[in-house]
């Protein structure tokens, strides 16, 4: 099993960039694929991009494409979703989920998540 904890969020300006991070606790770390949600206020949460276990498969939800990036450092059992551009529309909690398998871009695919980080963009 693995615990999640994310940080990095906060209050920025339209055009800011921020980067997350997402620690992992537990054991075999570089086993799982590693992920980013994140779900706004009324809404549903909602794929942002995942990243595979040795890094080299990533894909983006379409509103993040050329925006943002997954990496991972698997010596810090640490993944990260670097934000550059921010928008308005990015205003949401992100979290960071965890999976040995199954689906890569659904909420169902993962069992293992953080409680999230407070990201807010304002105009």
């Known amino acids: 099993q693995v615990q999640l904890v994310e940080s990095g969020g906060g209050l920025v300006q339209v055009g800011d960039s921020l980067r997350l991070s997402c620690a992992a606790s537990g054991r075999f770390f570089s086993a799982y694929t590693l992920a980013w949600f994140r779900q706004a206020p009324g809404k549903e949460r909602r794929f942002v991009a995942y990243?595979?276990?040795?890094?080299?498969?990533?894909s983006y939800g379409d509103s993040v494409k050329g925006r943002f990036t997954i990496s991972r450092d698997n010596a810090k059992n640490t993944v990260y979703l670097q934000m550059d551009s921010l928008k308005p529309d990015d205003t949401a909690v992100y979290y960071c989920?965890?999976?040995?398998?199954?689906?890569?871009?659904?909420?169902?695919?993962?069992?293992?998540w953080g409680r999230g980080t407070q990201v807010t963009v304002s105009s």
């Open positions: 990243i595979s276990r040795s890094g080299g498969d990533r």
């Open positions: 989920a965890a999976n040995l398998n199954g689906d890569r871009m659904t909420t169902s695919g993962y069992p293992y």
